[in-house]
């Protein structure tokens, strides 16, 4: 997993292909900014500390440029902004205007409980009225009530691409019969029906197959932070062969979750579609699946469809298969192709098994609206501050404790008509979601395995040395004494953690982790590296199969939760070594719905119940929600972060002006994922893939929904 993301582009040689890049940098490094201008009444100035520069501005000063956007799409602003000393009601913003200063959008906020005169706050922004701008005016802005009262503004960036032409031509039987290649993007409702549509004619249980060529007909790359020098093998998809299942007008795949292909670098994920038929096509039946790529070995995600025509007697057209969007801060590009499919119906033998779980999931969800409708059930929400706080293009939505309001999900062809089953990646939030429960339930069936200890069930590590009083809990805790730099993230972002993610089996990720050095006393230093919840869940197989549960901690222990709540068929399983040891990765792995998460959620803050009794530890559990000794846990990031057993905590008080702290849990993901447990059971998500982590603009309209103060 790697932590850059360029902004500079490499590009495809294809015909509608975009580039994205940055239109304009600033980081005051070089102690002059002469094309900003300062306004308003307040000190605006650069200001040296160490070896930064940035730009101060207080009071009610501001200062601003103008950037050139014209031709240029998919607009991303991103700035950090610092602050120190702010009243309630003060503020330190940027923000960025369309139309000539008519208009000011707040692109990012710090209030007070974001004022440590240290930490930095990022904001990353994008909205669709930014786009083609002849002009963009950007700014910071300070709003401040008392005299020595700061805030400084650096790192300004605006990226942007160039436009794509989407083709204009249908889909129709005529294309994807035929020899010549796809043309480009299409439009996201060319693939769904259309007026005309019709039940399917016929039954549709049988096998699909398709057979990728080398490369695409199309494909352009937007970011690519780790470009392949010569022939890139990314760009060949692997064959796919699927069982499908007709239920009604939905086609439902018989295998879910990622399908382990022979291809080096990615797998496949295949979601619930549609069928139907349009009177044009002459006797076809038209099926559209959501599909992924995902990254082999990893989580990476590359969201899109494949569509094509079908009829009864085993006739199949080419099929249609697009990727428009990704949660993947590394690596991203559109890609289309008509690609050879076979189709052989037949019966399914798991077919009813299929149907009925399927129908199960869908009817165990809680009631879905979109999320306008959030400001006519609570009025005075601001939609504007909840997408700041998601991120560009993300996939978000907040749960009130009865309702889940859902934000459509952008794509670069047009919202996708078929979010409810697009697979978003866990990355890290399987610390939380599997490595902290399958622990404390194994607390909850043998008590004190906390405090089990990792030599006594990891013989690599033993024979390391210094690890004979590292226990369990301090894996979860991600204090295990081992570590090279107690810095922020900087085990985690280093070079030699490519070795880690990389390998395949469970033997060389252990020796990687235990090989760590040790450097302090475990349990008394936080440095966050995933190698130690990877320990971890080995050390728990090795418990389970000890004590007679089974042979595999998530089969035997987190497999259970997701069947007691319904959810998806995707968290049936999570990556694993590629090894005949299967040892699941723990600490990030998991492929699912917006659903599934907000579920998850919702299961945790209600106390993870199943059938009326507790299935966790609930000492555990209440410590990692900081339900008891609120703020316990180690310092990370800044005063108002823990980490504690798996879970983050943020102290949002300050920031709706709360007499006392209010620390929320969360779960965090790479690239932008995060996952917040608001008191009285109301939950917010928010998957980007821009490294914009900062949710805080979201807390005032959560207070809207259920004060948080009281």
Same mark, same amino acid.
């Given at each position: ?30 102690? !002059? ?25 207080? $009071? ?245 469809? !494949? ?38 119906? $037949? ?66 062809? $047009? ?149 007691? +709540? ?49 299935? !966790?530890?609930?000492?555990? !559990? ?85 004060? +948080?103060?009281?």
């Amino acid at each position: 997993m790697i932590r850059a993301l360029c902004l500079a582009a490499t590009l495809a040689v294809t015909a509608g292909s975009a580039c994205a890049g940055s239109l304009y940098h600033q980081d005051f490094q070089k102690g !002059l900014a002469p094309e900003w201008r300062a306004s308003g009444e307040g000190d605006v100035r650069l200001s040296f500390y160490k070896d930064n520069v940035s730009l101060k501005f207080a $009071g009610h000063g501001r200062s601003g440029v103008e950037v050139a956007a014209r031709g240029f799409r998919d607009i991303v602003v991103r700035a950090n902004i610092a602050a120190l000393g702010l009243a309630s009601g003060d503020g330190c913003y940027a923000e960025v205007s369309p139309d000539n200063g008519a208009t000011w959008i707040t692109a990012l906020s710090v209030r007070r409980g974001q004022d440590d005169g240290v930490s930095r706050i990022n904001g990353t922004f994008a909205d669709p009225r930014l786009d083609d701008a002849a002009k963009l005016l950007f700014r910071f802005r300070a709003d401040l009530s008392r005299s020595d009262a700061i805030c400084w503004g650096d790192d300004v960036d605006v990226s942007g691409a160039a436009p794509v032409a989407l083709r204009s031509g249908p889909l129709d039987v005529t294309l994807m019969t035929g020899a010549a290649p796809l043309g480009g993007l299409s439009p996201t409702s060319a693939f769904m029906p259309g007026p005309g549509a019709q039940a399917a004619t016929g039954h549709f249980d049988g096998r699909l197959t398709i057979h990728p060529a080398k490369a695409p007909d199309g494909m352009a790359e937007l970011g690519d932070s780790d470009p392949v020098t010569g022939s890139d093998p990314r760009k060949t998809w692997p064959d796919l062969t699927i069982d499908l299942v007709q239920d009604g007008g939905r086609i439902i795949p018989a295998q879910r979750g990622p399908i382990v292909s022979a291809s080096p670098e990615w797998d496949w994920v295949i979601e619930p579609g549609q069928v139907w038929t349009d009177p044009a096509d002459g006797g076809y039946s038209r099926v559209v699946l959501p599909v992924a790529l995902e990254e082999r070995n990893a989580n990476c995600l590359h969201n899109g469809r !494949l569509l094509l025509l079908l009829k009864p007697d085993g006739s199949a057209s080419k099929a249609v298969v697009q990727f428009d969007a990704d949660t993947c801060a590394y690596y991203k590009f559109d890609a289309w192709s008509l690609v050879p499919a076979s189709y052989r119906a $037949g019966s399914v033998a798991s077919a009813d098994a299929v149907i009925a779980r399927d129908r199960a999931e869908r009817a165990s969800r809680p009631p879905l609206k979109p999320l306008d409708a959030l400001t006519a059930d609570h009025p005075g929400i601001d939609l504007a501050a909840l997408a700041r706080a998601a991120g560009p293009s993300a996939v978000f939505g907040i749960y009130d404790g009865t309702v889940h309001y859902a934000a459509p999900c952008h794509t670069r062809a $047009g919202d996708d008509p078929l979010c409810a089953e697009r697979s978003l990646p866990s990355y890290s939030t399987a610390k939380s979601l599997v490595a902290a429960q399958a622990l404390f339930r194994l607390e909850a069936l043998i008590p004190a395995t906390v405090n089990e200890k990792v030599a006594d069930h990891v013989p690599y590590c033993a024979g390391k040395g210094g690890w004979g009083d590292v226990r369990l809990i301090d894996l979860l805790d991600m204090a295990s004494g081992h570590y090279d730099s107690a810095v922020t993230e900087a085990d985690e972002d280093s070079p030699a953690m490519r070795a880690f993610f990389g390998s395949t089996t469970e033997a060389a990720k252990i020796a990687f982790a235990c090989d760590k050095p040790r450097k302090s006393a475990p349990g008394k230093v936080w440095v966050y590296h995933t190698p130690d919840t990877f320990l971890l869940g080995v050390a728990m197989n090795d418990v389970v199969r000890k004590a007679g549960l089974g042979q595999d901690y998530y089969d035997s222990l987190i497999r259970p939760v997701w069947a007691s +709540l319904g959810q998806s068929p995707d968290l049936d399983d999570i990556r694993r070594t590629y090894d005949t040891a299967a040892q699941p990765f723990s600490g990030w792995g998991l492929t699912y719905h917006r659903d599934d998460v907000m579920r998850a959620a919702r299961y945790l803050a209600g106390g993870a119940q199943i059938d009326g009794k507790s299935y !966790l530890d609930p000492r555990l !559990l209440n410590e990692a929600l900081q339900r008891s000794s609120p703020g316990g846990g180690f310092v990370a990031t800044g005063a108002h972060f823990r980490y504690r057993h798996g879970f983050w905590a943020r102290d949002v008080g300050p920031l709706v002006g709360c007499s006392r702290p209010i620390w929320t849990p969360f779960m965090s993901g790479y690239g932008g994922i995060s996952v917040v447990m608001f008191p009285d059971g109301v939950v917010y998500y928010a998957y980007n893939d821009d490294n914009h982590f900062d949710w805080a603009a979201a807390v005032s309209e959560i207070d809207k929904i259920k004060p +948080l103060c009281s």
